[in-house]
């Protein structure tokens, strides 16, 4: 299993970024599929998720900035970030948790490559 990660870049505060993360590999079920961020000098910490439900899971400081969406024949989730702050700035980590066809009944953590997004001020 692969999670590619793309679209990260440099944004004036206020702008939009829009990421994107496809999963790909012997997929049985995405269960979770989101993306984390790492600060300088902070921990990573969860931005955004959704459940195989569809029910999805943000941060506090991006509700209602930030959306989460699926495209599920894609098998990839797109994070659009609107009214963007130097806050935000971070590696930014696509993250799923994903049963494969080999073990489907075994749920794995997979991370994909970090991608940079700096909001300037």
């Known amino acids: 299993v692969q999670l590619q990660a793309s679209g990260g870049g440099l944004v004036q505060a206020g702008g939009s970024l829009k990421l994107s993360c496809t999963a790909s590999g012997s997929i049985f079920v995405i269960n979770v599929m989101g993306w984390y961020r790492q600060a300088p000098g902070k921990q990573r910490e969860m931005v955004a998720v959704m459940n195989l439900d569809g029910s999805t899971n943000y941060v506090d400081n991006v509700k209602g900035r930030f959306t989460l969406s699926r495209d599920n024949a894609k098998r990839t989730v797109y994070l659009q970030m609107n009214s963007v702050k130097p806050e935000d700035t971070a590696v930014y980590y696509c993250?799923?948790?994903?049963?494969?066809?080999?073990?489907?009944?075994?749920?794995?953590?997979?991370w994909g490559q970090g991608t940079q997004v700096t909001v300037s001020s």
């Open positions: 993250n799923a948790i994903i049963a494969t066809t080999q073990e489907m009944t075994v749920n794995r953590v997979y």
